[in-house]
Nanobody
């Protein structure tokens, strides 16, 4: 089992920036991908960004050019730098861990979530 601990959420004005961090521990050898999902009230959870151990990335169309995912493999940590935030980015953000396969990401470990609120 993989344990994930997130940090970095909070309240920010539109146009501002936040950086989320997530540290993984436990059965690290079983994963080769980490990512960030978000879920807003009344909406389905969606994959915001993902990154593999060798640097392959994927982004939700609505965050491309504003969000950047990165990772420190030595520290088993993944980051999400969020710039030019918009009120519609408001959600609970969940760190996730799993594996990447051709054409798809499979995540089966989750953090507790961190609230990101963007005021207009």
């Amino acid at each position: 089992q993989v344990q994930l601990v997130e940090s970095g959420g909070g309240l920010v004005q539109a146009g501002g920036s936040l950086r989320l961090s997530c540290a993984a521990s436990g059965r690290i050898f079983s994963i080769n991908a980490m990512g960030w999902y978000r879920q807003a009230p009344g909406k389905q959870r969606e994959l915001v960004a993902a990154i593999s151990t060798d640097g392959i990335t994927s982004y939700l169309d609505s965050v491309k050019g504003r969000f950047t995912i990165s990772r420190d493999n030595a520290k088993n940590t993944v980051f999400l730098q969020m710039n030019s935030l918009k009120p519609e980015d408001t959600a609970v953000y969940y760190c996730s861990a799993g594996r990447v396969q051709p054409a798809r990401w499979i995540f089966d470990s989750w953090g507790q979530g961190t609230q990101v609120t963007v005021s207009s």
